[in-house]
Nanobody
Framework: QLQLVESGGGLVQPGGSLRLSCESS????????IGWFRQAPGKEREMVSC????????KYADSVKGRFTVSRDHFKFAAYLQMDNLIPEDTAVYYC???????????????????WGRGTQVTVSS
């Protein structure tokens, strides 16, 4: 069964960078599109980015375009979210999740995701 674990969060000053990782225990991850989401206190969860199973298609929320980069490494069974030029509004718990649905749906970004990781806290503050 696919299980996801996020890492790489922390406290960073405005303008700084962090790289989040989303890893699984086996090659199952490679067959799924991976979405990155965030939820700030008092706000709804929002999708930040998504990458297809083969890495050929990526999507970004307007709020992070030009600052965040999503990627994946099939040899390491991992996906990454490189976050540059961070601003205080990026403060949130960040989650990765695997695309759910049919076998063909799972390979592409879409609206439904399961399972989810437990999240990693990102705090941008001076």
């Amino acid at each position: 069964q696919l299980q996801l674990v996020e890492s790489g969060g922390g406290l960073v000053q405005p303008g700084g960078s962090l790289r989040l990782s989303c890893e699984s225990s086996g090659l199952l991850l490679n067959g799924y599109a991976i979405g990155w989401f965030r939820q700030a206190p008092g706000k709804e969860r929002e999708m930040v980015s998504c990458i297809s199973a083969n890495g050929g298609d990526t999507k970004y929320a307007d709020s992070v375009k030009g600052r965040f980069t999503v990627s994946r490494d099939h040899f390491k069974f991992a996906a990454y979210l490189q976050m540059d030029n961070l601003i205080p509004e990026d403060t949130a718990v960040y989650y990765c999740a695997a695309r759910s649905g049919s076998k063909s749906d799972q390979r592409f970004c879409g609206d439904t995701f399961d399972p989810w990781g437990r999240g990693t806290q990102v705090t941008v503050s001076s």
